[in-house]
């Protein structure tokens, strides 16, 4: 029953409910990750949330005690910014998000419209870009709406509704975020991120490992579990964030492994 899950050369790992929540590392989490090496395991860090640049993952990372290099860490906002280099190169860009994923934009090469608190002085742009925005204003919803309104096209880095914390607290995540602008524009997003195959696929390219020799690690059904079904690849619900076993039970598609928590991964992992 696990060959197929001891069989996969690379796992993606959702970080906030996976891992850690908060500042509260999982029982068991570092030492999987530390382990995984002598285990012939490849690993990325692999989020939707665009808040944070993959260099800040990198430290935040490691601050928690976590084994982490540059190569290891793959955002969505990085995922927006190469598919904007490579499906609208030149578009003029207006950006909702935090000052991070503004700096990871222009990393990427992309002509941003506006400064990094969402002023901007632009009468129409070719892409709206909307992210998990910690530094949210009402400016920027007021742009990105009468830019949508006028044709935009509109693209988003992850569709989760809630981003969690620690003591049964969330926060507005993307999706929320969107269903606002829709709802006053009329527009829906594209989303770059998880549940989208492209995340898995482009990863696949730059390692070299099949898509069905990869394996997802995630507590959502909806953005870590479908990414991986979307993708031909291996998955892993733990039941250590958002995800109950009532809601595995209800839904239509099925993880192909359902665990407590990435502590019973490492351990079937070892028993190769």
Same mark, same amino acid.
């Not at 000052?99 to 709206?128: I, K, M, P, Q």
């Given at each position: 029953m696990m060959d197929k899950l001891r069989d996969c050369e690379l796992f993606l790992f959702d970080m906030d409910g996976t891992l850690y929540l908060g500042d509260n590392v999982y029982e068991g989490a570092v030492a999987l990750m530390e382990d995984l090496p002598r285990l012939g395991k490849k690993y990325i860090y692999l989020t939707n949330n665009s808040s944070r640049a993959g260099t800040d993952y990198v430290t935040r990372l490691r601050r928690l005690g976590f084994p982490c290099e540059s190569e290891n860490v793959?955002?969505?906002?990085?995922?927006?910014?190469?598919?904007?280099? %490579?499906?609208?190169?030149?578009?003029? !860009? @207006?950006?909702?998000?935090? &000052? =991070?994923?503004?700096?990871?934009?222009?990393?990427?090469?992309?002509?941003?419209?506006?400064?990094?608190?969402?002023?901007?002085?632009?009468?129409?742009?070719?892409?709206?870009? %909307?992210?998990?925005?910690?530094?949210? !204003? @009402?400016?920027?919803?007021? &742009? =990105?709406?009468?830019?949508?309104?006028?044709g935009a096209k509109f693209l988003a880095a992850n569709p989760d509704w809630v981003c969690p914390m620690p003591a049964g607290e969330v926060l507005p995540d993307c999706g929320s975020i969107c269903a606002l602008l829709t709802a006053s524009s009329g527009v829906e997003p594209e989303y770059i991120g998880k549940p989208n195959r492209n995340m898995i696929d482009v990863i696949a390219k730059m390692t070299g490992i099949p898509n069905e020799k990869i394996c997802a690690v995630g507590d959502r059904l909806y953005t870590d579990i479908a990414v991986a079904q979307n993708a031909g690849s291996v998955s892993v619900l733990v039941l250590s964030g958002e995800t109950d076993q009532r809601m595995v039970d209800e839904a239509e598609r099925k993880p192909d492994y359902v665990l407590p928590s990435v502590k019973e991964l490492h351990e079937i992992l070892k028993e190769q």
């Open positions: 793959f955002t969505s906002g990085m995922a927006t910014g190469m598919y904007l280099t %490579q499906n609208c190169p030149g578009a003029s !860009v @207006y950006l909702a998000g935090t &000052r =991070a994923f503004y700096r990871e934009l222009e990393s990427y090469g992309v002509r941003l419209v506006n400064d990094e608190r969402g002023h901007t002085d632009c009468d129409s742009v070719d892409v709206v870009v %909307q992210g998990f925005d910690t530094e949210l !204003v @009402y400016e920027k919803l007021d &742009r =990105a709406v009468h830019f949508l309104r006028r």
